[in-house]
Structure formats: C-alpha cells, structure tokens
C-alpha cells in the first residue's frame, strides 16, 4: 500500500503557481516556515475596529505594529491592519516608523505613532518631516522636540505621556506642572501642536482578579485628572488614548478617541486567563511549523538531549524538530521526564505530528537545543506511518480540540511566558510568508511586498 501523504500542518491554498513555488523554495531553504494569514490580520482588525463601534464611532484604532508586528512582517502586517480599518498604526521604536513612511505608508493612509526614545538621541527632526506622531513623557524630551521643530519651521505633533500608574514612561503627576509650564507657551507659539494625551494600563488583562479590577478604575480615575489639568492649562487633548487589547475588548467606557490593540490584531487575547482567542472572535494569524529532522528507534531508558532529563520510557522512536533556541525556541520549553529518578517531571512545548491514527500532539522530550529539539513518538515510527521531511506544527490558528492544533498560548504556558514573547522571539532566519496577501491588499500595497513571500 502506499504510503499516505498526510501532513500534520493545514493545507495550505496556494493563490498561483508562483506562489507554490515560493512555498517550496522556502522549504528548501529552511526546515521550518512562519506562515501568516493577512486574511485573519485583517479580520481581526475589522473585529476590533466593530468592537469601538465601527468606522464612524468617534473612536479610532491604532494597530500597534511594534516590534516587527510581534515578529509577523511589519510592512504585511500593517497593511493588513490599514485593510482591516486601522486608521492608526503605532511602533515603541522610531526607526520603525520611519520604515512605515520609507515602504509607503504615506501620512495620507494613516497616523502613525512612536513613543519609545531616550528624549536626546531620537531622530526627532526626522520624525516631524515625516509626519509621525511622538510621544513626549519627560522634560528633555519636550526640549529636543521643540528644538527640533523650530529648526524645521514645522510644528511637532505631539502626545503627552501621562504615567497613570504603570510606572513606566510619562509625567507623573508631581511632574505635571512642570511639564505643562513647558508644553502650554510651546502649543500657543505653535511649535508643539498638542495631539494626544495617553497612558498605558498594568493589568487590564485579569478581569477575574478584583484588586486588578480596582487598580484599572484608579488607573483611568488618574488619566481622567491628567485630562482636566490639560483642560485647565488650555492644552486639552483632541484625542485620548488608554486601551490596549484587553480594555479594547472589556473596557468600552474607556475607548475614548482611539484605542491600542497589539496582541488582537494577532489574533489572541491577552492572557488566557481572559479564556481562548475564539471566545473573543479572534483569529490567530501564525502557523509555525517545521519538517522533521532523523527519525529513529530508540530503546526504553535512553538519555535524550543535554543533560539527560529526559528518559524513554519505553522502547520508542523519536523525531528531531528542527528549531532551537537561536531560532526563538525557549529553552524553558524543554521537557523532563526522569522516569522517578530526580522527580523532574515537567511537560516540554508541544508539537503536532500526523501519525497513522490521525493528529497526535507530542512534546518537547528533553532539553532544546540551539538548532534542533527531539520528540519522543511514544510507539514505533513505523507504526505510526511517521517520517523524516513531515511538516508538523509548534502552533496555528487553534482550530479546536479535534485538530489537536496548539496555540502559542500552549508554547507560553510550557515555556512560563506569554504569547507575545513567543512571536516576537522568533528569529528572521525563519522564513515568514503570507497567505492571501492578494484577497487583502489592494494592487499599490500588494506591489510593496516582496514577491517572494507570497504564497
Ligand atoms: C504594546 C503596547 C500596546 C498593545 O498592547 P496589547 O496588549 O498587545 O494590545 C498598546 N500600547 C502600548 C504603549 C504598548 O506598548
């Protein structure tokens, strides 16, 4: 009989046969492939823009693009948010906005907002040619962009930072008085123009915890007085902004103007703790997944990887999965199964592999490496119809329990991390590609990607 051609990642819909060819040239190229569906970026978008109240609502969404677009691709990402109605794109490094402006994300498309910078180096002159928005949270910082703009003759546009309680960038409220003495004649004189007042909140992704809930109420009851003292200075913000993700979903009374969503763009809520990302109508847009290295019998009681945490328990086979952690794999993902012997018994991340008896989730079996990690089959290679080159999956859009699909909330949990860190730690080495990049974008945007990229 012939063998069966199962394959443990989705099958993928190829848009030509050049994007066929793109897929198998980055095979080719690397073991494993970060595949990210445009389609579920901007039906996420479109959801969070639905949960402020739609287009004409008076509230804006930001798509917060940070940090490579959470290690998705930030030019395709933010072109799938602008597709899915962001009218506001926001990254911590300015060196990233600037990159939106240079690939054509041009001040008529959207805003775009930068608010990470040691006030004194950041390119400042830079940013207000290019029509970014900047976030000032110190006094150094509203010296250097006054002086920026004065010498190009063109007012800063300007979001004043105000620590509600997170402490960490903007004015406390000690400080405030101080910083509007400064900002107040800036604004009249024309060389600030006042955009926004924001903040950021602790903990607004754990509604079930009463403290958490109440220290969110302080922290808005904080933003709302930063407000009226910009009020009463004669700089009221036009436009305020505090929600990330979770306020974005739980939080309407706080939407105000424009809201920050990250994380949801992506297609998950912030902590599990708020439940799946389906119980939130959001769709994760990565697959990770990866063609298996040696697969091999292996006796009961092998050591597998460094260390030895990790003893078979039985005669057995493994497989190698060829990412480690120089390619964004944690290490305290790793798995131990000492058999008894020190009573470390913890599960590693998991990895779905297509076996003869259908989907199968395994896991990380002992230590990950730099490269490479190995999976313990719990049977026989033969058996279980599984062989070197299988696509398997470390992650995807989480289908259900059916598909036996884990999410990068399950990495999260087996590395004690979260979610966000599991992308963003994924090297560039990694091949990213998009799905559906053609249904999305319109033909000036789809012209700005790089055509081998798309599948
Ligand atoms: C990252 C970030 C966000 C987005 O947060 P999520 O939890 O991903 O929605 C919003 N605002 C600021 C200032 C951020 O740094």
Redesign the pocket.
């Known amino acids: 009989m012939e063998r069966m051609t199962l394959n443990a990642a989705p099958q993928w819909q190829f848009s030509s046969p050049a994007g066929e060819a793109n897929y198998r040239a980055a095979r080719k190229r690397y073991p494993a492939q970060a595949i990210v569906d445009l389609v579920a970026l901007r039906d996420n978008m479109r959801h969070l823009v639905d949960v402020v109240g739609g287009p004409n609502s008076g509230t804006a969404v930001m798509g917060?693009v940070?940090a490579d677009a959470?290690g998705h691709g930030l030019l395709p990402a933010a072109l799938a948010a602008l597709a899915g109605g962001a009218t506001w794109l926001?990254t911590?490094q300015s060196h990233e906005a600037l990159l939106l402006r240079k690939l054509g994300i041009g001040p008529d498309r959207c805003h775009i907002l930068t608010?990470v910078y040691n006030g004194t180096e950041v390119p400042f002159d830079e940013l207000i040619a290019n029509d970014i928005d900047v976030s000032v949270g110190s006094l150094p910082g509203i010296d250097a962009v006054a002086a920026a703009a004065r010498k190009l003759g063109k007012p800063a546009r300007v979001h004043v930072k105000v620590d509600s309680g997170f402490g960490r960038n903007g004015f406390t409220e000690e400080s405030f008085d101080a910083a509007l003495a400064k900002l107040v004649p800036l604004a009249k004189e024309g060389v600030l123009h006042i955009v926004g007042q924001w903040s950021?909140l602790a903990v607004a992704?754990s509604p079930d915890v009463p403290e958490f809930v109440a220290s969110t109420d302080r922290q808005i009851a904080n933003f709302n007085a930063f407000t009226a003292r910009m009020d009463k200075a004669g700089i009221a913000p036009e436009i305020r902004h505090l929600a990330?993700?979770?306020a974005?979903l739980s939080r309407p009374e706080i939407h105000f103007e424009l809201t920050?969503?990250?994380?949801?763009l992506y297609g998950y809520e912030?902590d599990p703790a708020m439940g799946t990302p389906r119980d939130w109508q959001l769709k994760p847009a990565m697959t990770l997944q990866a063609q298996l290295g040696t697969v091999k019998h292996v006796e009961k009681g092998h050591g597998i990887s460094y260390g030895r945490t990790y003893l078979t328990p039985d005669d057995t086979s493994t497989a190698i999965v060829p990412l480690g952690y120089a390619d964004g794999i944690h290490r305290s993902a790793s798995g131990f199964d000492m058999q008894g012997a020190k009573h470390i018994d913890k599960p590693g991340g998991p990895v779905r592999v297509m076996t003869a008896d259908g989907p199968k989730l395994y896991r990380v079996s002992g230590r990950v490496c730099m490269d490479q990690f190995m999976i313990d089959l719990h049977g026989s290679c033969d058996q279980l119809d599984v062989h070197e080159g299988d696509t398997v999956c470390l992650f995807g859009p989480g289908r259900g329990e059916q598909f036996a699909e884990p999410t990068a909330d399950d990495w999260a949990r087996a590395a004690d991390t979260i979610s966000?860190e599991i992308f963003t730690c994924l090297r560039n080495r990694i091949p990213r590609l998009y799905l559906n990049a053609a249904d999305v974008l319109p033909a000036d945007d789809l012209a700005k990607l790089d055509p081998t990229t798309l599948l």
């Open positions: 917060v940070k959470y926001g911590a608010w950021h992704d990330n993700t979770a974005t920050r969503p990250g994380i949801g912030p966000y």
